[in-house]
């Protein structure tokens, strides 16, 4: 990439000192999204504790003693970030740098608050969340939600209340409560982890954004119900996995625990009434190939990202820089993005734009990036668009390939992908090679038509 290349091999090497500069504010985005992998180690799941230190020692050495650091995520609802900061060793890395540097490292859960599962419902408890406080970015019409607004009474996070979802996504506005330990950063370092997830086939640096919200509930994952009605929870319509998903959601939006007690028994007489008749298709949650929301969501999240000032006013030239460092060398497969298996891959993919390296990561994983709704909107262009040189402007450096049609010939693991993308995204040799002669608007098009 060209960073301090002159000096590259000599203890000064300085190779984000392009980016950043002394007296910056950097913070630094890892996945954290669980504190335990109840199907394998967690290393498969959150980015580990070796990358960020790696990565935290040149942010310092760029900053010159001047500036601050911070390490903040939103991970998922019940989290235990005391234990993720345990799990990685982020704890001992700032008892180090308290004792030993000039600039401190601040650690941020920037959650604004936790929940627990009571008899189906979801219990929240208020955090501190973000020291730095929260600013809500509205980006109305220029969402990507905007496209399906009509239909925003369907909107849904699981286990959240749909109430909450619509004063916040409706056709008034479509806004995100943004911490602002990012909103007033110089500079992002996006640490994510290469991993499956079952919403979006895969996650990487646009998914791993989704966690500078403070609010589960002002996200969109998936529209309720099936395709065939306008949502994309599954395929088909299924009269017991209908009313069951009507029932789930009337139990997130009462307050009468004595209510909520029969229509959880009621809701889940009707969905695990599968196993002894199948319903129509497997899919439930969301969690399929046909999600077209949470892409919208991690689309949104992103623009904000780049283009959203310290006031959470959208201008029309980037207001931050990114460095993103992929954590490959234990991936996560299956089940992911909270029970993923392990895959040793032992990748590191390093980079400035977050499509240009989640298109190379999908080669990496063995995807097919056109098969996978994430992409599409990036793709498409537009206001405050983020994939602004096309597929032509990706430069691969690395020892065996120079352009991302090579990669997967390279670097490709062959991750198994979730169940609901299971034989739907993997990528194929002939693929690559129809592809490669392709022009931006036909593979745009080619996205309207395989979504």
Request: aromatic share 8%; net charge neutral; glycine share 10%.
């Amino acid at each position: 990439m060209g960073m301090d290349s002159r000096n590259y091999g000599r203890l000064d090497w300085n190779p984000l000192g392009g980016i950043i500069r002394p007296g910056n504010m950097i913070t630094i985005k890892p996945n954290f999204v669980g504190h335990a992998n109840p199907v394998d180690n967690v290393e498969a799941m959150i980015t580990q504790g070796c990358i960020i230190r790696a990565v935290l020692d040149y942010v310092y050495m760029a900053l010159e003693g001047r500036g601050t650091i911070t390490i903040a995520d939103a991970p998922s609802i019940d989290t235990d970030f005391d234990q993720v900061r345990k799990v990685t060793g982020i704890d001992r890395i700032a008892e180090y740098y308290e004792a030993n540097a000039e600039v401190k490292i601040n650690i941020v859960d920037m959650r604004k608050e936790v929940g627990h599962m009571r008899m189906g419902k979801l219990v929240h408890e208020e955090l501190k969340g973000d020291p730095l406080g929260y600013t809500i970015v509205d980006l109305k019409g220029d969402s990507a939600h905007a496209g399906i607004i009509g239909q925003y009474k369907k909107f849904r996070s699981f286990n959240y209340s749909k109430e909450v979802m619509m004063q916040h996504h409706n056709s008034d506005k479509n806004e995100y409560c943004i911490g602002n330990s990012v909103l007033a950063a110089d500079v992002i370092i996006n640490l994510p982890k290469l991993k499956t997830h079952n919403k979006t086939g895969m996650t990487c640096a646009l998914k791993n954004l989704v966690g500078i919200n403070g609010y589960k509930d002002w996200l969109p994952h998936h529209r309720a119900g099936p395709s065939e009605a306008g949502g994309d929870e599954y395929a088909q319509k299924d009269l017991r996995k209908d009313l069951s998903v009507m029932l789930r959601d009337e139990i997130q939006v009462t307050d009468n625990m004595l209510l909520v007690i029969p229509l959880k028994a009621l809701s889940d007489a009707l969905y695990y009434s599968k196993l002894a008749l199948p319903f129509h298709d497997q899919y439930y949650n969301g969690c399929w190939h046909g999600n077209d929301t949470l892409p919208r969501t991690i689309y949104d999240l992103n623009r904000i990202i780049f283009y959203a000032d310290r006031d959470g006013t959208m201008r029309d030239t980037a207001q931050r820089r990114m460095f993103i460092l992929v954590d490959g060398v234990i991936g996560g497969e299956k089940e992911g993005p909270q029970t993923p298996s392990a895959k040793k891959c032992g990748v590191l993919v390093a980079g400035h734009d977050p499509v240009e390296v989640d298109l190379t990561c999908s080669r990496i994983m063995g995807f097919d990036y056109l098969k996978m709704p994430m992409f599409k909107y990036p793709m498409e262009g537009g206001k405050y668009g983020l994939f602004k040189d096309g597929l032509d402007g990706i430069r691969i450096i690395s020892d065996k390939c120079r352009e991302l049609d090579g990669v997967y010939d390279a670097y490709n693991c062959n991750f198994i992908p979730s169940k609901g993308w299971l034989g739907h995204i993997e990528l194929m040799r002939s693929t690559t090679i129809e592809r490669s002669t392709m022009s931006g608007a036909e593979i745009a098009r080619t996205h309207g038509r395989t979504m």
